[in-house]
């Protein structure tokens, strides 16, 4: 099993849809069981991506192809026992939801993960939330 987190900025102008990303993502990671996260701002993703390896190679190379983004940096790619994630989601903060809502959801799609991807989400969020 593989795991790949990276981070990306959204490409300026591009007025990145992120409930089309979501529609597509949800279609076809669960086809190609990939699970994982992806959290964004609408500036910044950040998204960990989990599966059997040339699953989560060909999502990545769509991705990776795609204009909506740009400047993605991996962070880490590494072999891993058990999924941390056990399906795939996205987060984002809305609107009309307090910084405590979504902590508490952010708590709960971070439940099984690993101190790094926990600390590597909650370091973003913290960041953004600053700036
Ligand atoms: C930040 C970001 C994250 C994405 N994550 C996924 C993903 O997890 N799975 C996926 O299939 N497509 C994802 N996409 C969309 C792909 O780049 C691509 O548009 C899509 O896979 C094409 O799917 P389709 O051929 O079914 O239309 C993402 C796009 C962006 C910009």
Not at 56 to 84: K, M, S, T
Not at 92 to 104: E, K, L
Request: avoid cysteine; charge should be positive; proline fraction near 2%.
């Amino acid at each position: 099993m593989r795991q790949l987190l990276y981070i990306s900025s959204a490409t300026p102008d591009a007025a990145v849809d992120v409930g089309i990303i979501l529609s597509a993502s949800m279609r076809n990671n669960r086809r190609d069981g990939v699970t994982g996260l992806l959290w964004t701002d609408e500036r910044r993703f950040l998204q960990v991506l989990e599966g059997e390896s040339g699953a989560v190679q060909a999502v990545f190379d769509r991705i990776g192809r795609d204009p909506r983004h740009r400047g993605i940096v991996v962070l880490h790619d590494r072999a891993i026992a058990v999924r941390e994630f056990g399906s795939w989601d996205m987060a984002r903060r809305g609107r009309n939801d307090t910084a405590d809502a979504f902590d508490t959801r952010m708590r709960h799609h971070l439940a099984a993960a690993s101190p790094t991807v926990r600390g590597t989400f909650e370091g973003l969020i913290a960041a953004r939330r600053a700036a």
